[in-house]
């Protein structure tokens, strides 16, 4: 199940007839080539000998538009036998076609809507891209898996890796649906341990009024934070995005979740560079053999006389079948003979390769358990009765390796081992955005090794070179902290900042007295002497020094240079 469009038309219904089905617009070129890739895995295991020898397993596809409404009508009608096929299996099937597995839905939202209706029906259900938590729960989704690591690490991890810049301050945007609320709420509570504030957070929907977009805009602008996270679905980022080119919306740092940070698609439509120097997290880089010319091969796409793909190949030719042609219209006829590698399209695109991969393995889990099941050596053993339950079980079990190296298996959650690269968008001299790798996060291992920024320099927002290492930082911090500044702090402050900062407490905010300056969190409340200003610095230095230095200072991680620089504790 895909989502080969990405919304529909909104209509108001009268309740005095039967409403229509749903009308689905956007072509999604992503989703087909995740079909392709599903696809393509399919193709691979019939024509194997050694995996399921002389069984071929066939397919149904189906487009849920990425509405949950639609997910669950579809399952539902599957789960009786009474589907609207999009995409019919090449494969005539011998035997009742009632499902065995679902490969899918991309969406969480989609996903939870799925797991929701099979689940009671215990057909396995192995999505590729969704990641909210709350599917990790097997109380309400038993028979949901997925080849993608849950947001319970990537909400954690988002958190650390603001921590690790020294950002406290930090405003917020999230898709207002599953994906984004849990996200979210993952992310706020751990940034809360980590003494991270958030100046406001604000949730979004893609078919939301204009007049809610121009409300967060506002927000953002009279906002003082300079950092934003963004816990999007790339197609509630890419509505938002045509607003924010048009208010140029520039100069602030992002903070970016899987589902866009690494999407050529996304970083296409930003032709104002807004989002260039965002820092977010992605699934490791794949590849998978043969896979990239089975999905720019047009022989399957030509030969089929599926609507769908009429729909697809006059949108990445833009033309139009003679069939599908209006006297009114001005576009060259489709030949069906257009060389598919000769556009400029996001379908030739290959950046969601680990994707596409993610795809290929949750194809690959059920042909292992059906394998299994089978008892396969040469032959296999058909007259075996299969049970959905049963490949279920067969496939929380299963522990294989795919032809390139990848392990496969899941944990009692139905998850797989999670892993990140650091992903930052560096523009180059052609105008072109490319994803660069700067580091790794594995919650795997020890907390202190965990987040591994690589030794290179980042690009950040207005295209600055800034290095932000730990290094860099505490250099920074020293520089400042070596002029004859006297810093006074009140002792229940410093005592609360310390327990938070060894987690013993949660910080708490609280406002400074009017001749104090504080952090803007206003966890703490300091005076500083008119030192630095008298030796030129800028007001923003001074507050860089009270943000970003003041805890190294207190934590005692940095070394005070001058003797005269000294923190001390009122007398009462």
Not at 126 to 134: D, E, P
Not at 270 to 294: C, M, N, Q, W, Y
Not at 352 to 378: D, T
Not at 446 to 459: A, D, G, R, T
């Amino acid at each position: 199940m895909f989502s080969f469009h990405t919304s529909w038309k909104v209509r108001k219904d009268s309740y005095l007839n039967q409403p229509l089905p749903l009308q689905c617009i956007s072509l999604n070129f992503r989703d087909l080539q995740f079909a392709q890739a599903m696809l393509f895995a399919i193709e691979e295991i019939n024509n194997s000998t050694d995996l399921l020898p002389g069984i071929s397993l066939g397919y149904k596809i189906y487009d849920n538009c990425g509405s949950v409404a639609r997910s669950a009508g579809v399952t539902l009608a599957l789960a009786n036998g009474n589907e609207i096929v999009s995409i019919p299996s090449k494969t005539s099937c011998t035997r009742p076609a009632y499902v065995q597995a679902i490969i899918g839905a991309t969406s969480s939202p989609t996903a939870i809507a799925v797991a929701a209706v099979i689940g009671s029906f215990f057909v396995p259900v192995i999505s590729h891209f969704a990641t909210c938590a709350c599917l990790s729960d097997k109380t309400k989704y038993p028979s949901f898996l997925r080849t993608i690591p849950s947001d319970y690490y990537q909400s954690r991890a988002l958190a650390h890796l603001v921590k690790y810049f020294g950002w406290t301050w930090v405003g917020a945007i999230r898709s207002n649906n599953d994906y984004g609320n849990n996200g979210m709420a993952t992310f706020t509570k751990t940034a809360q341990q980590l003494g991270i504030c958030l100046e406001y957070s604000v949730s979004f929907f893609r078919t939301d009024p204009s007049d809610k977009i121009q409300k967060i805009i506002g927000i953002i602008k009279a906002s003082t934070s300079k950092v934003i996270v963004a816990f999007l679905s790339r197609a509630d980022l890419n509505v938002l995005l045509h607003e924010f080119l048009y208010h140029n919306l520039s100069g602030y740092q992002w903070i970016g979740s899987e589902s866009w940070i690494f999407d050529s698609q996304t970083a296409e439509m930003d032709i104002h560079h807004i989002l260039d120097g965002s820092i977010g997290l992605s699934i490791p880089k794949a590849h998978v053999t043969g896979l990239r010319e089975f999905i720019l091969d047009e022989k399957p796409l030509n030969s089929s006389n599926n609507g769908l793909f009429t729909e697809f190949w006059e949108a990445l030719f833009n033309c139009k079948f003679r069939q599908s042609m209006s006297s009114a219209n001005t576009q060259r006829e489709c030949t069906g003979q257009e060389d598919v590698t000769g556009v400029q399209n996001s379908f030739i695109d290959m950046s969601l390769m680990p994707i596409f991969n993610n795809v290929y393995k949750g194809v690959y889990a059920v042909a292992h358990a059906l394998h299994n099941i089978l008892s396969c050596n040469k032959t296999c053993n058909k007259t075996v009765q299969l049970d959905p339950f049963m490949i279920l079980q067969q496939i929380q079990k299963s522990h294989f390796t795919t032809k390139e190296g990848d392990e496969v298996y899941f944990n009692e959650n139905g998850d797989p081992a999670a892993k990140y690269e650091i992903i930052n968008w560096q523009p180059r001299e052609n105008g072109i955005v490319e994803f660069v790798t700067v580091g790794l996060y594995n919650p795997s291992i020890v907390p202190e090794k965990q987040l591994n920024l690589q030794n290179k320099s980042l690009i950040w927002a207005r295209n600055s070179k800034q290095c932000q290492t730990e290094a860099a930082h505490r250099d920074r911090c020293n520089q400042l902290a070596s002029l004859e500044t006297v810093v006074t702090l009140a002792e229940d402050h410093l005592a609360a900042w310390r327990q938070a900062e060894e987690g013993r407490s949660q910080p708490v905010s609280r406002p400074c007295p009017i001749e104090q300056r504080g952090t803007r969190a206003n966890h703490i409340c300091i005076i500083i002497s008119n030192t630095l200003e008298a030796n030129g610095e800028s007001l923003d230095a001074l507050q860089d020094f009270i943000d970003r230095c003041f805890q190294d200072i207190v934590m005692k991680k940095v070394q005070i240079a001058s003797s005269s620089t000294k923190i001390e504790t009122p007398s009462s």
